[in-house]
């Protein structure tokens, strides 16, 4: 037998063939054997196809973004709030940034929800919440993010003319009291709140859930209400709802902390909410102008467990009883049954061996006074003008964009090499390639012939086309990459394309010649001749000369040169390009590519062969040419060769320095070019000059990776590390420069190295948790340097010791003390892990102790024995006192009063197990406490006192690394 709830598609139960046959069932004919079957299709809308809700629905979805139903379903609830989405377009956003902006981002949502067919993106939206993408892929809670989304906006609405809109719709008003039931004596505020949360737990349907929000607390015995003049009172304390909102937002508490398991479980209890509400009986301030009775108007449902799930949202948009279920993308028509009943959540089907985790999270309700208000139509008309332009021509934009990017494939990058882009290039090839490829391209058809492509590069750079000429780069068998001079005459231009001087499918880089008459810039020395067409002949050679003084190279311009170049041309023609005398000594060299430098003439090349030697040259080649130099230039000067130059260059980094402590903060931030073989004294030196102090105070620290971009471990003064080692993750041919993060110090680096970091907890007492330092102390030093410091910082008690000592506790039992003249560097080798060190003062009792006296450690626990909680502390104890004595000293230390503390049970360990006293005249002896020494202490003992008692402190559920707070940060 198909049944639709069972799991394996209802296939799980039969019927038996016999039992289908037999006349009594009435299932089969029994002279024919027909059938008569009745069935009732239905399917669910689907996903990821061309389902049209605009079409069946007349309402479009929300797309997720990966794990972002819950701000689907949100939304969607909070768009259907017409007078609030009316009042979100008439924030002014004309002037707001287009990415940052969360109003505009909001009116960009509601505004497309409005107008378009297909559903939205909410990209931008969470973008301009200041979220990553890993937030996009994490589920929040839908309760929290309407919490703080509705504060975000309210905040952004003050001092607009729809000020004041969020809490005219969202908040209610309560009074919380306490009322003393024998004297005339009561105690009371007034609370605004945006949301009600209701117990699930326990309870039968809404109603009940208010009934026991509202239940009087009865503060009588122990537990009396201080009431002032008038003493200790028995008395009820209370709230009492003063003001429903016209919108009523209910959060369930499906989410509870669960002291067992120490975890937040859902509580998947069927619990019921009307489709009419009426909270008559809550409101006890009389009679109001509008009834608290209201009309369901959305369900936010959650599917799942606390781990995760998944969120839709039912919604009755017109208030007309007419459901439609948001689910993502999604959207179709439900019946009411659906929308409010299916979502009570538990289960009452006896098939059901499991128990339905799909329930209500959030209920919106709307007054029914205030439903044409709430509901009122939102037309075009109520836009402001100036935000549809603007986010039509958004839309225009990206359609455009879209287009480009579809024809994508018809276009290639252009980028364009000028000769002012080899004059500033300090390194092997004639332009740093890097920094052309970061350029924003041009764009150009693949099918434009080349004489358009010509004019086209005229036009933007301002040139007559008869005035440019282009040469396309092309790379060569060695790696390196040259410009071609093409031999282009009017024909070859009309039949070519540009795709046809390419090598490459997407990129095209070009050098621009513009000729020396039109450039006065240019190096070149030729005019006429540079107008002519070069034959098949030449070859075209670029000159860079280098200044071993100035450590620097100066682009000469270029040439074109017959193939059959001998030496003596060459010369000339670099002393011409130099300005140098006729005849004057050079080395010339071919810069090949990268660490790859070949030398062409020399001033011991044989004299009789540089007329009659061809040099080994080709098109394109970067000859690089200096002034002969002496023995004696060549031993004072550090890089008196180009190959000496070109070495070098191959160890120089760009490194950008960040101010740790204002890493956004541009003005604090800068670039240094400086050589991987530097030592960490020669790079605080140049990063001290550029910020103009003193390079003791200043602090490096590396990156954490090449991936994470944020300060990780500093580096040490005394470190024998070079530049190079400092970025061993790192790819030196990186296009983004090398990081480092600096810090200003307070003192010498080298006197704060001899310090370290140190966490203590100052403990004031044993009842609250302390408060925590982070201590800079002396590795050198002494724990009573640690303790002069805390002393510095905290206030003692006026009748205290006023003496420190340093205790070590570990899983909320002590460990032991520290001595005063103990050396610091040997202890601070245990401050690690999961242990906590304390420093309170010593209670006067215990300064000083008897032959008879010693301390013993206390701990609290509740049944298990080894699992203690709370704080733990010490207790001196003399040979003689009863357990009675000890008793009545550790309540007086505690403040526990008497009923409470009558609860308590004591216990001594013994041999690792609870041995309880029960009989208070028994009277310690210090040799059955077995005292031991713990670090050379003071004090100390491996045998320790335990408190039972039940736990009250609140326990927080262990937190997991995918989940965080919703935040907005802009």
């Not at 009396?224 to 909102?245: R, S, V």
Request: proline share 5%; charged share 30%; glycine share 6%.
């Amino acid at each position: 037998m198909f049944y639709n709830k069972e799991n394996d598609w209802g296939f799980t139960n039969f019927l038996a063939f016999e039992e289908l046959l037999d006349p009594a069932k009435g299932l089969v004919h029994p002279t024919d054997f027909s059938m008569n079957l009745e069935v009732l299709v239905t399917a669910e809308p689907p996903h990821g196809v061309c389902w049209d809700s605009k079409k069946y629905t007349g309402y479009i979805g929300l797309k997720n973004q990966g794990a972002t139903c819950y701000m689907n379903s949100l939304l969607q609830a909070l768009y259907f709030t017409n007078k609030l989405r009316k009042a979100v377009y008439m924030i002014p956003t004309e002037a707001d940034d287009s990415i940052k902006s969360v109003p505009l981002a909001i009116q960009r949502v509601s505004y497309e929800l409005q107008s378009h067919d297909k559903p939205v993106g909410t990209k931008k939206l969470t973008k301009s919440f200041g979220w990553e993408t890993l937030d996009s892929f994490m589920q929040h809670d839908a309760q929290e993010l309407c919490r703080v989304l509705l504060d975000n906006m309210d905040m952004k609405m003050k001092g607009t003319r729809v000020e004041g809109t969020i809490p005219g719709l969202f908040e209610g008003k309560m009074i919380s009291f306490i009322r003393c039931k024998h004297v005339d004596y009561e105690s009371s505020r007034e609370e605004s709140f945006m949301d009600i949360q209701l117990n699930v737990k326990d309870q039968k349907d809404v109603y009940e859930s208010f009934d026991d929000y509202v239940r009087v607390e009865v503060l009588e015995g122990d537990n009396k209400y201080d009431a002032g003049d008038h003493g200790l009172q028995d008395a009820e304390k209370g709230i009492a709802f003063t003001k429903f909102p016209p919108v009523l937002h209910l959060q369930l508490k499906r989410f509870q902390f669960d002291p067992i398991s120490e975890n937040n479980i859902k509580i998947n209890d069927r619990f019921e909410f009307p489709e009419r509400l009426d909270l008559t009986k809550y409101i006890k301030v009389g009679p109001t102008d509008v009834p608290p009775v209201y009309f369901l108007h959305a369900v936010l449902v959650h599917s799942g467990d606390n781990h995760g799930g998944h969120y839709v949202v039912y919604i009755n948009p017109e208030g007309d009883g007419k459901w439609c279920k948001f689910d993502d993308d999604v959207v179709v028509r439900c019946t009411k049954k659906e929308a409010i009943e299916r979502n009570y959540g538990g289960s009452s089907d006896e098939f059901l061996q499991f128990r339905n985790c799909t329930n209500a999270y959030m209920l919106v309700y709307i007054n029914e006074a205030k439903r044409e208000e709430i509901l009122q139509p939102v037309s075009e008309d109520d836009i402001p003008g100036y935000l549809s332009q603007r986010l039509t021509e958004e839309r225009e934009t990206e359609a455009r964009r879209r287009k480009e990017k579809s024809e994508q494939s018809q276009y290639l990058n252009l980028r364009v090499v000028t000769e002012d882009d080899m004059v500033i290039h300090q390194g092997h090839e004639l332009v740093d390639m890097e920094k052309i490829m970061a350029r924003k391209p041009f764009r150009i058809r693949k099918e434009s012939n080349l004489l358009q492509f010509q004019e086209t590069l005229a036009e933007w750079f301002g040139y007559r086309p008869e005035d440019i000429r282009f040469w396309p780069y092309h790379s060569r068998q060695n790696g390196s990459a040259r410009p071609t001079n093409l031999n282009l005459d009017q024909t070859t231009l009309q039949s070519h394309v540009v795709q046809d001087i390419s090598s490459d499918e997407e990129d095209l880089i070009v050098f621009l010649e513009i000729l020396p008459y039109r450039n006065p810039r240019s190096c070149r020395n030729l005019t006429a001749k540079a107008a002519q067409r070069r034959s098949d002949s030449e070859m075209t050679l670029f000159f860079r000369y280098y200044d071993p003084v100035r450590k620097v190279l100066e682009y000469k311009g270029y040439e074109m040169f017959s193939e059959k170049l001998q030496a003596k041309e060459l010369i000339e023609a670099c002393n011409v390009k130099a300005g140098f005398p006729s005849g004057t000594a050079l080395l010339i060299f071919n810069d090949i590519k990268a660490n790859n430098v070949e030398k062409l003439v020399a001033p011991d090349f044989p004299s009789g062969r540089l007329g009659q030697t061809y040099l080994d040259l080709c098109d394109g080649d970067l000859v690089v040419f200096q002034k002969a130099i002496t023995l004696e230039e060549d031993a004072l000067l550090p890089l008196s060769t180009v190959k000496d130059f070109f070495k070098d260059l191959t160890f120089r980094t760009d490194v950008e320095f960040v101010d740790k402590e204002r890493p956004s903060d541009d003005s604090c931030t800068f670039s240094l070019t400086l050589n991987l073989k530097m030592n960490y004294s020669q790079v605080v030196n140049a990063v001290a000059a550029r910020l103009r102090t003193d390079p003791k105070r200043i602090q490096l620290f590396k990156c954490q990776s090449a991936l994470r971009d944020s300060p990780g471990a500093a580096i040490t003064c005394s470190s024998d590390s070079t530049l190079k080692d400092l970025f061993t993750n790192f790819r030196t041919s990186m296009p983004k420069p090398k990081k480092l993060f600096y810090h200003h110090l307070d003192m010498d680096i080298d006197e704060m190295e001899a310090r370290k970091e140190v966490k203590v907890v100052w403990q004031s007492n044993y009842r609250e948790e302390g408060r925590e330092f982070v201590l800079l102390v002396n590795r050198k030093g002494m724990i009573k340097d640690l303790l002069e410091q805390v002393k510095k910082q905290v206030d003692l008690s006026p009748d205290g010791s006023g003496q420190l000592r340093l205790v070590e506790i570990m899983n909320s039992k002590m460990q032991g003390t520290f001595p005063l003249m103990g050396p610091l560097e040997n202890s601070l080798v245990n401050m690690s892990g999961n242990r906590t060190f304390r420093v309170e003062e010593i209670p006067t009792d215990q300064v000083k102790l008897g032959p008879d006296e010693l301390l013993i450690p206390v701990a609290h626990f509740h049944k298990e024995f080894h699992h203690c909680f709370g704080i733990p502390f010490y207790l001196r104890i003399k040979a003689g006192d009863t357990v009675l004595d000890v008793k009545e000293r550790i309540q007086k230390i505690l403040e526990v009063p008497d009923k409470e503390f009558e609860k308590y049970k004591f216990c001594i360990s013994h041999l690792g197990k609870p041995l309880y006293m029960e009989d208070e005249t028994y009277k310690f002896q210090l040799k059955d406490l077995n005292p031991q020494n713990v670090y050379s202490g003071t004090v100390g003992s491996t045998t320790w006192l335990g408190i039972d008692h039940l736990n009250k402190t609140p326990k927080r559920p262990r937190p997991s690394y995918l989940e965080k707070a919703v935040k907005i940060y802009n």
